[in-house]
T-cell receptor, first 114, second 115 residues
Framework: QKEVEQDPGPLSVPEGAIVSLNCTYS??????FMWYRQYSRKGPELLMY????GNKEDGRFTAQVDKSSKYISLFIRDSQPSDSATYLC??????????????FGTGTRLQVTL | DTGVSQNPRHKITKRGQNVTFRCDPI?????LYWYRQTLGQGPEFLTY????????KSRLLSDRFSAERPKGSFSTLEIQRTEQGDSAMYLC?????????????FGEGSWLTVV
């Protein structure tokens, strides 16, 4: 079983829609949960991360962790064409903090159409 | 500071040739990572350094791959006797492992095509 699993999509939504991107993970000891955005032929850039359970909001983006079901989500409100990218969830090893090697999901490709 | 810099950005090479990629991390960062990413997949960890010490290597890193970070600053990733399966984007990343809340920053990647 992979440590982090993610539906590869692609996911196509109209501009203004609410987008839900999801990952599952296998190790209950994971503490930090990261979301990266990757535009075509570019390196990943960190969007946000959460520690343990709960929600974290940053502008139009909300990250949510449900440790009981080992499920992490990223919600994008009022989606824009500029949000079209691949979204990657990632986790560092337990008890190593956020500046450690990451294990990534496969990424979900999102297309926001006009 | 301009972030993590990788060179060359694109490389086309014939099978069997050797290639080398260079990474210049963010200047105050003491950790440097190499990842490989193929189409439709997330980045896969290859190896990482803390200062000049190579602390971990993935099983993905065959003996044709070697990475160095001789002075704890820039790093090189060399692939010997390239194979078509080596075609991928090679990503470098860096971080400061010294305080909580720091995160990893990625470069733009170096694309390798083996023909």
């Amino acid at each position: 079983q992979k440590e982090v699993e993610q539906d590869p999509g692609p996911l196509s939504v109209p501009e203004g829609a609410i987008v839900s991107l999801n990952c599952t993970y296998s190790n209950s000891a994971f503490q930090y949960f990261m979301w990266y955005r990757q535009y075509s032929r570019k390196g990943p850039e960190l969007l946000m991360y959460t520690y343990s359970s709960g929600n974290k909001e940053d502008g139009r983006f909300t990250a949510q962790v449900d440790k009981s079901s080992k499920y992490i989500s990223l919600f994008i409100r009022d989606s824009q064409p500029s949000d079209s990218a691949t979204y990657l969830c990632a986790v560092p090893p337990p008890f190593t903090g956020t500046a450690s090697k990451l294990t990534f999901g496969t990424g979900t490709r999102l297309q926001v159409t006009l | 500071d301009t972030g993590v810099s990788q060179n060359p950005r694109h490389k086309i090479t014939k099978r069997g040739q050797n290639v080398t990629f260079r990474c210049d991390p963010i200047s105050e960062h003491n950790r440097l990572y190499w990842y490989r990413q193929t189409l439709g997949q997330g980045p896969e960890f290859l190896t990482y350094f803390q200062n000049e010490a190579q602390l971990e290597k993935s099983r993905l890193l065959s003996d044709r791959f070697s990475a160095e970070r001789p002075k704890g600053s820039f790093s090189t990733l060399e692939i010997q006797r390239t194979e078509q399966g080596d075609s991928a984007m090679y990503l470098c990343a860096s971080s400061w492992a010294g305080a909580s809340g720091n995160t990893i920053y990625f470069g733009e990647g170096s694309w390798l095509t083996v023909v």
